[in-house]
């Protein structure tokens, strides 16, 4: 792969500026007209995508009510999670308060969801308080399933050598620490992991591979450390092109593949790590139909590896609260574990006073904050139009982006979408999806955020 060239400062202002007005993707064309109304909206999740909404709404419908429940009181930024694991941020740079981005006239209900019963439009929150809705958006995020893990829990990352990105910011902190003791040791085995699962952020643990490559490298020796990156299936990412970069990179910078095997097991006090193999891809329809019964499989051959470092990706799934209701898929690749809804109106399939946003969703792609900036003009204008009887008029393509970072200092900038097998869907003419630039490392360090920010106040 030959190294791209420099984009000319006045190229990256053009993208810095562009970003911060939100104009990564614009959405045209809909109207922007506002709406009378006494529905009541009930809206599950207040992270990017429910404030996103909170927010397009507010600004659309007069009259009516709009409840977010949410129970935290601080958002996090995400994306920035696998800046503060890889020692680049600090914790505090990921974190506001969600009262900042609340519009005025919003109910906010501080507690975490029980049960949704969707023939009665009823929500029943964890503290028992129940709430009627005329329309739902399910925005709720994404469960970490740690516990299908045997011996792993949250508590252990920052411990016996275990990081894992995921594990919330705190855990993103502790998974600093943990590479970096490891490479303050001097020498021993890291074994990165993937989910056989869809997880948030597809590219997040590569980017902990190349990330922690390059701390390795600037140690000045790097061959007294061994790395191992252990893949459920054939391929390391959705995209065919970066996957193929990706393994050939992998090859060159002597991180040792293994496909077709999971993380099953962990002994922490040994530093041992249990590896089921599933088997080539073909056994399953998809990974996205790996539930639980998967996991708890005696027959599967498994192979023990220690290590000094491990960094553990969790399977995931809706939450267990959309799980159990009938808002679930019932069939198809996505049953039992994702929200079913259409994949380009995100509307639910059984149910059209019923909408999806965000990680919750079941897609083939999707579960990134550039997905929701995507996906929330869709859900806007969808919501809008099933309130006046009217067809759906908004198409989401199934846009996604991924700024990969392939070293510190180095990042390409990865738009795909549902067509021609996740083909690339590139914003800037003068930035090559499949090149390598500091430029796009730039972007991800210090113009993601305030684009992310504007997402949320529905501004982008």
Request: proline letters at 6%; aromatic letters at 10%; hydrophobic letters at 40%.
């Amino acid at each position: 792969m030959q190294k791209s060239p420099l984009l000319t400062r006045r190229e990256l202002l053009k993208v810095g500026s562009g970003l911060s007005v939100g104009s990564l993707l614009p959405f045209s064309g809909l109207s922007a007209s506002t709406l009378r109304t006494q529905a009541h909206i009930v809206i599950v999740g207040g992270g990017a995508a429910g404030m996103a909404m909170v927010n397009r709404l507010a600004r659309r419908l007069q009259g009516g009510t709009i409840t977010l429940v949410e129970p935290r009181e601080t958002h996090h930024y995400q994306p920035g999670w696998t800046m503060v694991a890889s020692g680049i941020w600090a914790a505090e740079k990921t974190m506001r308060l969600n009262a900042q981005f609340l519009p005025r006239g919003v109910k906010w209900l501080r507690d975490y969801a029980d049960s949704i019963d969707a023939d009665s439009k009823r929500i029943t929150l964890v503290g028992g308080e129940t709430l009627e809705y005329d329309f739902l958006i399910v925005a709720s995020g994404i469960q970490l399933n740690y516990h299908l893990i045997e011996g792993m829990t949250p508590v252990l990352v920052g411990q016996h050598g275990i990081g894992s990105v995921y594990a919330g910011i705190e855990g993103a902190s502790r998974t600093n620490q943990a590479i970096q003791t490891w490479l303050q040791s001097g020498h021993g085995r890291g074994i990165f992991t993937a989910a056989p699962t869809p997880v948030k952020c597809a590219g997040a643990p590569l980017k902990m591979t190349f990330t922690t490559l390059s701390r390795l490298e600037d140690t000045g020796r790097r061959d007294a450390f061994d790395m191992d990156y252990m893949a459920p299936g054939a391929s390391l990412f959705s995209q065919p092109w970066v996957d193929e970069f990706v393994k050939q990179r992998f090859d060159s910078q002597g991180v040792n593949r293994r496909h077709h095997y999971r993380l099953s097991a962990i002994d922490p006090q040994a530093k041992q790590a249990e590896f089921a193999f599933v088997g080539p891809e073909s056994e399953f329809t998809s990974h996205h139909q790996l539930r639980e019964a998967e996991f708890r499989r005696d027959d599967q051959p498994t192979v023990i590896a220690d290590y000094d470092f491990l960094h553990v990706v969790p399977p995931m799934s809706a939450h267990d609260f959309v799980k159990q209701s009938a808002l679930i898929a019932q069939d198809g690749p996505f049953r039992g574990e994702w929200l079913d809804v259409d994949i380009h109106t995100l509307q639910h399939n059984r149910y059209p006073e019923v909408f999806g946003i965000g990680d919750v969703i079941g897609a083939p792609i999707n579960k990134t904050a550039a997905s929701v900036k995507a996906q929330a003009p869709v859900v806007e204008e969808n919501l809008l139009a099933v309130m006046q009887g009217n067809a759906l008029p908004a198409s989401h393509s199934g846009y996604t982006s991924c700024p990969m970072i392939t070293g510190i200092g180095k990042a390409m900038l990865v738009e795909f979408g549902y067509a021609d097998n996740f083909a690339f869907m590139p914003s800037f003419p003068f930035i090559d999806p499949t090149e390598e630039s500091w430029a796009v490392w730039v972007m991800k360090d210090r113009m993601l955020q305030p684009a992310y920010y504007a997402v949320l106040e529905g501004k982008a």
